[in-house]
């Protein structure tokens, strides 16, 4: 949605709580949130009871955007200026919100990305495995083995989607565990000289390297692809300042989702994240 589309949605509260209800149904329908049942009647104070189970809740329920309370339209705003990359500070001098408020709305956000983000296709055909290091202090020893950075395991399949990881370290068993449950055995994966990948031929892959310290491509041989994602995540998260560790991986599962969907908007995706259901275990 533009921001002509995005000014009449959020013209008023009235508008823009119309606006969040059409995601929080189920194509137009109201679905009971404890037992999935259509058969529901609303009940005084803009409440539902279920026929089958008789559970009452109200309206977004159990949803992300009712762990904070504010407004519809000033959900509305935040997720378009989150979607347009103004930094929490930003938004919140533009909104008069409070500061902790708009951390909140973000991070609300994030968790959301990542509780609706599992994507169980598989990547396939020719794909490129790489792992990148992020945060901790700039000096010292960089890439693999660098003290207080995050590991993280990325694949990405050329001309699709990238899909990354943050890992404890990068061990030939990480490297073939998360490349399996990924990439569709068979596919070709192209990586750097690092022996830790050798073990992705004993994982049913065929696999070519490149040694980057003789040349960058060989032909087809080349990581370019899953390069290009660590540049475009880290140019973005080096304006966070230092993320703290347990933020992190929302951060970089921010990064990948923007990556993946970086030809269109996002604007829906995300409304539809935020008033969908919080996962049980969170
Ligand atoms: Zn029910």
């Keep these: 949605?533009?921001?002509?589309?995005?000014?009449?949605?959020?013209?008023?509260?009235?508008?823009?709580?119309?606006?969040?209800?059409?995601?929080?149904?189920?194509?137009?329908?109201?679905?009971?949130?404890?037992?999935?049942?259509?058969?529901?009647?609303?009940?005084?104070?803009?409440?539902?009871?279920?026929?089958?189970?008789?559970?009452?809740?109200?309206?977004?329920?159990?949803?992300?955007?009712?762990?904070?309370?504010?407004g519809s339209a000033q959900w509305l705003w935040i997720i378009k200026l989150f979607e347009l990359e103004m930094s929490a500070r930003k938004i919140s001098q533009q909104l008069d919100l409070s500061y902790p408020t708009v951390l909140k709305a973000t991070n609300l956000i994030r968790q959301s990305i990542v509780a609706n983000s599992k994507d169980r296709n598989w990547l396939q055909g020719e794909v490129e495995a790489d792992d990148a290091y992020f945060g901790g202090k700039r000096k010292g020893k960089r890439g693999r083995g660098a003290r207080n950075k995050i590991p993280v395991f990325g694949i990405l399949e050329r001309d699709g989607k990238v899909k990354v990881e943050v890992v404890e370290r990068l061990t030939a068993e990480t490297i073939c565990g998360l490349t399996v449950k990924t990439v569709r055995r068979g596919s070709i994966v192209y990586t750097d000289k690092y022996h830790g990948y050798d073990s992705l031929m004993f994982c049913g892959y065929r696999h070519l390297n490149i040694d980057h310290s003789k040349r960058f491509a060989s032909g087809k041989v080349y990581i370019n692809g899953v390069e290009g994602f660590w540049s475009y995540a880290k140019e973005r998260l080096i304006k966070f300042h230092g993320v703290s560790k347990n933020k992190f991986p929302f951060y970089l599962k921010e990064m990948e989702f923007r990556y993946n969907n970086r030809h269109r908007s996002i604007f829906e995706k995300l409304v539809k994240f935020v008033c969908s259901p919080v996962p049980n275990h969170l």
């Design 1 to 70: 949605m533009n921001i002509f589309g995005f000014h009449s949605v959020v013209k008023s509260e009235k508008r823009a709580q119309r606006h969040l209800r059409k995601f929080w149904r189920k194509n137009g329908r109201v679905l009971c949130i404890n037992c999935g049942s259509p058969k529901v009647y609303q009940i005084p104070g803009q409440r539902y009871r279920c026929r089958r189970c008789k559970y009452r809740f109200s309206e977004f329920s159990g949803t992300w955007i009712r762990k904070l309370k504010i």
